[in-house]
């Protein structure tokens, strides 16, 4: 089993920036290194949205168009940590973004394609 906790989190203003970690733990944590991972977001009263994926070498990435330009997802597969960092952030970037691990090595924007999901962390954009 995979634990993934998320953090980093907050109150922002509008065109500030957020840093978000993930960090994979349990019994089989070695196979997060293994991986692609993504970053999901919910905002209040929607459903669940990719926001960005990477693969299990960090040589592909993939982005919603609603974020492309403004984050970056990396992953350090020695720390079992992936990253999201938000820059130029809109009062539409309000959700709870969701940290999650993939069924396979590959990029994957489908929600369906991944198995592991952390709790969530919240973060709000004030305009």
């Known amino acids: 089993q995979v634990q993934l906790v998320e953090s980093g989190g907050g109150l922002v203003q509008a065109g500030g920036s957020l840093r978000l970690s993930c960090a994979a733990s349990?019994?089989?944590?070695?196979?997060?290194?293994?991986?692609?991972m993504g970053w999901f977001r919910q905002p209040p009263g929607k459903e669940r949205e990719f926001v960005a994926a990477?693969?299990?070498?960090?040589?592909?990435?993939s982005y919603a168009d609603s974020v492309k330009g403004r984050f970056t997802i990396s992953r350090d597969n020695a720390k079992n940590t992936v990253y999201l960092q938000m820059n130029s952030l809109k009062a539409e970037d309000t959700a709870v973004y969701y940290c999650?691990?993939?069924?396979?090595?590959?990029?994957?924007?489908?929600?369906?394609?991944?198995?592991?999901w952390g709790q969530g962390t919240q973060v709000t954009v004030s305009s």
């Open positions: 990477i693969s299990k070498s960090g040589g592909s990435k």
């Open positions: 999650a691990a993939s069924r396979g090595q590959f990029v994957a924007t489908r929600a369906r394609d991944y198995a592991y």
């Open positions: 349990g019994r089989t944590v070695s196979t997060v290194s293994s991986v692609a």
